[in-house]
Each structure stands twice: as C-alpha cells, then as structure tokens.
C-alpha cells in the first residue's frame, strides 16, 4: 500500500561481495536480519543435515533471473536479559547487489505447539527453483504425527504456494477480521478492493484505532490475487480450529466478480498452510 505500509518491503542491504560460503551467510543474517523485531546474537546454519535436507543453497525463489539463498538454521536472540535460540528458515532475496529477507508465517515456524515445520530440498518446476516445505503435526492428545508438504516460491519479497492448477474466479474484494482472544491479539477489520481502495477499523491491540480509507499498491492486491488463486480457497473447508482454547479467530471472506464469495472461519489460524501465509500478509497490512 502506498499510503504508508513500508514495512511490506524488507530493507535493502547493500552488499558488496557476494556471499560463498555459510560463513559468510551466518555473518551478514546477524549483521542484517532481524528475528522479526529482535536482533541475532549469532546464527548457526545446520551442517548435521542428510543429504535429502538443503540447509545452504543457492536458487532463484523468485524468478528474477538473479541469485538468492535458502538458509536453515539455529539463531540466538536476546529477549529482554535471556538468550532464547530459535529454529528458522531464511530465504534471501537478492538483485546481485542487495538482499532481503522473506519471513515465512510466524505461526507455522513457531507459534503452533504441536507443529515442525523445515525445507527439504530446491528443486525445479519447468526450470524455476521452487523449495520443499516438510510440516509434521504431533496430533493433540496423541502420539501419532502427521506429516505434509508444500511447494513454495516467493512473489512480491512474500511466499506462495505453487500450483499447477491455480483458480480463475476473478476477485472483487477481500474482507478479513479478526476476534479478541485470551489476551493481546490484534482486533481490527481489513476490505480490500479491486479498484485498490481500503477499509481499515482499528479495534483493539492495534498501532492505529478508528476507520481509515486507504490505497492499496497494485503489486500488493496482485500478490493476494495470484496467493489466493494458487490455494483456490473456494475449495476449501468453511471452518477450521485447533485443539486448544483461548486462541484468536479470523473471518475471510472472498468475493468474485461473477457474484459468488467464500467465506472460512478459521479458529487458531492455521487452517492450511497457505491460509496461514494469507492471514500473515494480512496482519501486516495493518500496519500503516
């Protein structure tokens, strides 16, 4: 969004020499990158990997024809006086001189207690790198674990599910909100709309209160057109929910321009993977 949503963009690092080795990678994350607002102590890439894991490698996430890395590894960070280590996926995205980073969905990567998520491998699709998401979900109150995987790639410095066989329903507009939770979960109401207008209500837990009519910028709207048909939301479920109480909700409501519309209530937030990414770009949003 033009008016003011800087934080969709990720910095761009100046970089003069290009990175080679793990080293180097651990290096620049600590120096560049954040742990989403807390800084690294250090940064350690997983070297005791089988061959079947990529931990360092190079491709090119985002079809740009220029060089990025996927990195997988354990951070330490700071949290007011403890150091915390913390297990994270990085993909950089570079232009040959700068890089960026793509965050993967925060509750995929370490808000769900009974979830693991990590790559697994890159790999081709009609020569474009794509990367191999593995998740396992220990089941709750089992000890049985489920395990799925996605294919994702990065558009717009944010993840995207690949699809062979993306939806063609053209969208209108997008509505979203979320519910109060057990504490201080963000409550505020986002419409979105295909001549890039916005409607934004600031409830509770929120940088800005009120109602505001806001421009989207059209990279961003397109982003949520190509995530949204990728995962072809209007096959999926109407309801989703965890296993636990005291979580947040989120409404998603999907209109298209032939008159129809989807709408999923999704309790825990974490219906499906590429929900999950949705609902992150969506909280970003509200930040303006």
Known sequence: M??????????????????????????????????????????????????????????????????????????TIKVRKDNSEQKEIIIFIGNGRTFRKANLPYRFMHGLRFSNLEPIKVFQIEKKDYILIKRSDIEFGRDSVKVFYDTIFVRNDHLIPFSDNPST???????????????SCPVFELNINSNL????????????????????DKKDWDYLVNLIQNIRVEDLQESYSVNWTDDQTTYLT???????????????????????????????????
Request: aromatic content about 20%; charged content about 30%.
């Open 2 to 75: 033009k008016y003011a949503l800087f934080f969709l963009f990720f910095p761009l690092i100046s970089f003069a020499q290009p990175i080679k080795t793990k080293a180097e990678a651990e290096n620049f994350i600590v120096k560049h990158f954040k742990y989403y607002e807390y800084r690294y102590e250090r940064f350690e890439i997983d070297t005791n990997r089988s061959a079947m894991y990529d931990t360092f490698k190079e491709g090119d996430f985002d079809h740009d024809g220029q060089k990025d890395f996927l990195v997988s590894g354990i951070g």
């Open 197 to 216: 207008y916005v409607e934004y209500n600031g409830i509770e837990y929120v940088d800005k209160k009120g109602n505001y009519q806001l421009r989207i």
């Open 254 to 288: 999907v209109h298209y321009k032939d008159g129809s519309k989807k709408s999923i209530e999704d309790y825990g937030m974490v219906g499906t993977f590429g929900l999950s990414i949705l609902y992150n770009f969506m909280f970003e949003l509200r930040k303006f």
């Open 169 to 183: 329903k053209e969208i209108k507009r997008i509505d979203f909100k979320t519910s109060h939770c057990f504490g």
